[in-house]
């Protein structure tokens, strides 16, 4: 019914950037939040950043000061644009949105199929 896509992985060497893409398709009604998660080896998948349909915006400590998310309604796409990369930022980053399919009130949580990160040092 609803897919996410995601783009602009990649690897890259410790103090550069990144921009990450997910877009959205399929039977949507209207998206509430959408955001960023991450898992690296071995550890559990954590919030890196969240952004409403408003636009207010949450971070992980770990990441504030050098990632910004943002989003761009019209085209149903969330962007997270990661600066001052380090190697402990190596993960799979998976996009999430929470969609109202048909109705306001049919929201369902939506995964992409990750991107991997890799921050050499």
């Known amino acids: 019914q609803v897919q996410l896509v995601e783009s602009g992985g990649g690897l890259v060497q410790a103090g550069g950037s990144l921009r990450l893409s997910c877009a959205a398709s399929g039977s949507i009604f209207s998206i509430n939040a959408m955001g960023w998660y991450r898992q690296a080896p071995g550890k559990q998948r954590e919030l890196v950043a969240a952004?409403?349909?408003?636009?207010?915006?949450n971070y992980a400590d770990s990441v504030k000061g050098r990632f910004t998310i943002s989003r761009d309604n019209a085209k149903n796409t969330v962007y997270l644009q990661m600066n001052s990369l380090k190697p402990e930022d190596t993960a799979v980053y998976y996009c999430n949105a929470e969609v109202a399919i048909a109705t306001p009130d049919a929201v369902y949580d939506y995964w992409g199929q990750g991107t991997q990160v890799t921050v050499s040092s």
């Open positions: 952004i409403t349909s408003g636009g207010s915006t």
